[in-house]
């Protein structure tokens, strides 16, 4: 599957089990294991593509007149909330007359939406840069996202040729940005990260046609030690539940059923809004818009997880048992040094939190490997921690120091060979609990959301509500978008198999 971001490089054993993470980059730097256009407005209505044929708006007019004239190319790296960041600027764009291209070659502004979570990430976007330096360009070039936060004004040293440098957080002043492009301005910069605001569209282009992203909490407060979000993306702003369950309800007429709620810590929701619904609630809430048969979140912070999460998911069948629970380390001592806010009994009382529900729910988690001062003894614990947390999926990465972050100063670097070898460590320790936890599966029958026909006749492939990936046979002529229920009667590690029953 080739390299995630924040979780990219997903190895074959989590081909089958995408986590949210999935259906985004093309690029990006995890690297493990785990569960995995139409347009439509803030939460909404379809829009054609061809309704966007901005040949004759002001915007197309703009930039020059070389047959290109107000296209875009946009590319993404990172993570589901960079993917779905892009949707809403690609829909910012559309709706002031823009039309989005296939390639740069085509466009007349390229923009990368960047991911700066691990150096990999940061590199990708800095290689695609200098593909510029030697042939040089006419167009504009933008940088948008967490690099251009983190970079800021440097990036204009580094690639004179970018025109326009803006971090997530200041996403909503792009319509102002844009048109100073327009008017010629060569250097414009969108760097504030002290904003209250949400980055809510009034269009967005939705790139999955199945499953509908919302992002209901922004930026994060929490201040782990390794981690560069809160620098990029500033502090945790909530959406009010009213706005969220409007574009719900929009998502629902167009014909979506699924919808996954997105935050860096979503389980740390704190509704701005009358009725200041807690996160639980909106959950329940969401899953009674008529329409919705499907609701996901993620990713959820162990510290702000309580009982009553699991409790409304016993509840409402419509909220997908699936929850992705980062971990980061088994060990209380790395877990204090990575300023996690829970020991790892803390992180196991939730575990059997979850493992205590009405019915069985996947767990997938993260792992960072080789944190400064990580012994092999604390790894012992990490890897002990996937015996008895029994994950569904991993996503491991080797820890990569990142600029403004405190972890910088520590002392005491774990070797990049070691790194290495622990991930691989868990990636087979992982490899061995999952193709057991599939192979349990065996003869169950489950409710597949149908999402992929497969170039083999009669195949077809979709998610359960875990998460897991399932591919099946039918004599069925049309499944895509419709629920059915298969018969698992193979496993592997990253998925199953099955034949369709009803
Ligand atoms: N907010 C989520 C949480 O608290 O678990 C995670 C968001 S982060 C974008 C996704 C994952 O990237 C983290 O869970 C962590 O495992 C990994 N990550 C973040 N910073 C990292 C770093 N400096 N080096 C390696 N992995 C990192
Ligand atoms: Fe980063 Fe920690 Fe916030 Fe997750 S909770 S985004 S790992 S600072």
């Known amino acids: 599957m080739g390299e995630w971001s924040y979780g990219r490089l997903r190895i074959q054993m989590n081909k089958a089990f995408d986590i949210g993470v999935e259906s985004l980059s093309r690029n990006g730097g995890a690297e493990t294991a785990g569960l995995d256009s139409r347009f439509s407005r803030p939460s909404g209505e379809t829009i054609p593509s061809d309704k966007f044929d901005a040949t004759d708006t002001a915007a197309a007019k703009s930039f020059g007149d070389t047959g290109n004239g107000g296209t875009f190319f946009l590319e993404t790296f990172g993570c589901q909330m960079n993917d779905h960041d892009s949707e809403k600027v690609a829909g910012l764009l559309l709706s002031r007359g823009y039309r989005q291209v296939e390639t740069p070659e085509a466009a007349r502004m390229i923009l990368y939406n960047t991911c700066s979570i691990r150096e990999k990430a940061a590199q990708k976007v800095f290689s695609r840069l200098g593909e510029y330096r030697e042939r040089g360009t006419d167009k504009i070039i933008g940088v948008l996202g967490c690099v251009a936060q983190q970079e800021g004004h440097d990036i204009f040293k580094r690639a004179p040729w970018v025109s326009l440098v803006?971090?997530?957080?200041?996403?909503?002043?792009?319509?102002?940005?844009?048109?100073?492009?327009?008017?010629?301005?060569?250097?414009?910069?969108?760097?504030?990260?002290?904003?209250?605001?949400?980055?809510?569209?009034?269009?967005?282009?939705?790139?999955?046609?199945?499953?509908?992203?919302?992002?209901?909490?922004?930026?994060?407060?929490?201040?782990?030690?390794?981690?560069?979000?809160?620098?990029?993306?500033?502090?945790?702003?909530?959406?009010?539940?009213?706005?969220?369950?409007?574009?719900?309800?929009?998502?629902?007429?167009?014909?979506?059923?699924?919808?996954?709620?997105?935050?860096?810590?979503?389980?740390?929701?704190?509704?701005?809004?009358?009725?200041?619904?807690?996160?639980?609630?909106?959950?329940?809430?969401?899953?009674?818009?008529?329409?919705?048969?499907?609701?996901?979140?993620?990713?959820?912070?162990?510290?702000?997880?309580?009982?009553?999460?699991?409790?409304?998911?016993?509840?409402?069948?419509?909220?997908?048992?699936?929850?992705?629970?980062?971990?980061?380390?088994?060990?209380?001592?790395?877990?204090?040094?990575?300023?996690?806010?829970?020991?790892?009994?803390?992180?196991?009382?939730?575990?059997?939190?979850?493992?205590?529900?009405?019915?069985?729910?996947?767990?997938?988690?993260?792992?960072?490997?080789?944190?400064?001062?990580?012994?092999?003894?604390?790894?012992?614990?990490?890897?002990?921690?996937?015996?008895?947390?029994?994950?569904?999926?991993?996503?491991?990465?080797?820890?990569?120091?990142?600029?403004?972050?405190?972890?910088?100063?520590?002392?005491d670097p774990i070797p990049e060979d070691i790194k290495g070898q622990r991930l691989v460590m868990i990636q087979e320790k992982q490899r061995v609990i999952q193709t057991a936890r599939n192979l349990a599966m065996l003869g169950q029958e489950l409710d597949v959301f149908v999402s992929n026909k497969s170039r083999r006749q009669n195949q077809w492939s979709g998610h359960m509500t875990s998460n897991r990936v399932i591919s099946f046979s039918s004599q069925e002529q049309e499944l895509l978008g419709s629920y059915v229920r298969v018969k698992a009667t193979d496993s592997g590690t990253g998925s199953l198999t099955g034949v369709h029953v009803g």
């Open 166 to 411: 803006c971090g997530s957080a200041s996403y909503r002043k792009l319509p102002e940005m844009l048109a100073e492009l327009e008017a010629g301005n060569k250097r414009v910069t969108g760097l504030d990260n002290d904003t209250d605001e949400t980055f809510e569209t009034e269009i967005t282009r939705r790139d999955n046609p199945w499953r509908a992203y919302l992002t209901i909490i922004e930026g994060c407060d929490k201040a782990c030690a390794y981690c560069v979000v809160p620098h990029t993306r500033g502090p945790e702003r909530s959406r009010g539940s009213e706005s969220i369950l409007r574009e719900v309800r929009q998502l629902a007429e167009l014909g979506y059923s699924e919808v996954q709620l997105l935050g860096q810590t979503v389980n740390s929701y704190v509704d701005p809004t009358a009725p200041r619904m807690k996160f639980s609630d909106l959950l329940l809430e969401v899953a009674q818009v008529a329409g919705i048969r499907r609701v996901r979140f993620t990713t959820s912070h162990p510290r702000d997880f309580g009982a009553d999460i699991v409790e409304a998911i016993d509840r409402e069948p419509k909220l997908c048992d699936h929850i992705h629970l980062p971990v980061q380390s088994g060990s209380t001592k790395v877990l204090r040094a990575m300023a996690r806010t829970y020991t790892r009994e803390e992180y196991l009382e939730k575990i059997a939190l979850i493992r205590g529900a009405k019915r069985p729910i996947s767990i997938t988690t993260d792992i960072i490997v080789g944190f400064p001062g990580e012994t092999d003894e604390d790894f012992a614990e990490t890897l002990s921690m996937l015996d008895e947390a029994q994950y569904d999926g991993v996503f491991g990465f080797k820890y990569s120091p990142r600029p403004n972050t405190p972890s910088l100063a520590l002392n």
